[in-house]
């Protein structure tokens, strides 16, 4: 069975510093989503990462991911304070009855 | 921009009251999925339609909750009786395809929050 582990779960930083949020999975899959969740809000769609070594960049996130080791990573560059949310990775379980297996979420704070 | 549309966007209701959700996908979105977030928690799937048929309703509690999408394109989920452990915001998300074919990306809807008091 598929499980998706995110850490950290809570994240404080300051702006203008840069952290990476990882997303482990205990299986093999061929892709991976990262969402965005502001609170009491709905999921956005930030990216999607289809293939081993696939690299993604949006404004400051960068995700990328590695199959072998079966992690990714959401990196964010020169916080600010906009990027204060809720950050979740999924995984397809690429099974016979696929579906989006989703880890916990990562709260980031961004601090002036 | 197209938008999965979701009401009521806010529920509250007393425990064994019988409550339902509507949702209406993007258009020509053959995948439709409801799933639960409690707070502080990732998505939950319950159920999830190709069309107007179940692909998979493995975690959605059957004895209380029920879905349908008879037309293929919008979608209730009905919780008869309510329980206090079903406080909960209840997502609703289309996609064009099947997960595993193309990048195929989950829009999710605004969400219905629910309280059972």
């Known amino acids: 069975e598929l499980k998706v582990e995110q850490n950290p779960l809570f994240l404080s930083m300051q702006e203008g510093k840069n952290y990476t949020i990882y997303c482990n999975y205990s299986?093999?899959?061929?892709?991976l989503y990262w969402y965005r969740q502001d609170p009491g809000k709905s999921l956005e769609s930030l990216f999607v990462l289809l293939s081993n070594g696939a690299v993604k960049q949006e404004g400051r996130l960068m995700a990328s991911l590695d199959t072998k080791a079966r992690l990714s990573t959401l990196h964010i560059t020169a916080a600010v304070h906009d990027l204060s949310a809720t950050y979740f990775c999924?995984?397809?379980?690429?099974?016979?009855?696929?579906?989006?297996?989703w880890g916990l979420g990562t709260s980031l704070a961004v601090n002036p | 921009e197209a938008e999965v549309a979701q009401s009521p966007r806010y529920k509250i209701t007393e425990k064994s009251q019988a409550v339902a959700f509507w949702c209406d996908p993007i258009s020509g979105h053959a995948t439709l999925y409801w799933y639960r977030q409690i707070l502080g928690q990732g998505p939950e799937l319950l159920v999830q339609?190709?069309?107007?048929?179940?692909?998979?309703d493995s975690q959605l509690p059957k004895d209380r909750f029920s879905a349908e999408r008879l037309k293929g394109v919008d979608s209730t989920l009905k919780i008869q009786p309510a329980e206090l452990g079903d406080s909960a915001m209840y997502l609703c998300a289309s996609s064009l395809g099947f997960l595993g074919s193309g990048a195929n990306v989950l829009t999710f809807g605004a969400g219905s929050r629910l309280t059972v008091l």
């Open positions: 999924a995984v397809d379980n690429a099974g016979n009855n696929r579906k989006l297996i």
């Open positions: 339609f190709q069309d107007e048929s179940v692909v998979d």
């Open positions: 299986t093999t899959s061929d892709r």
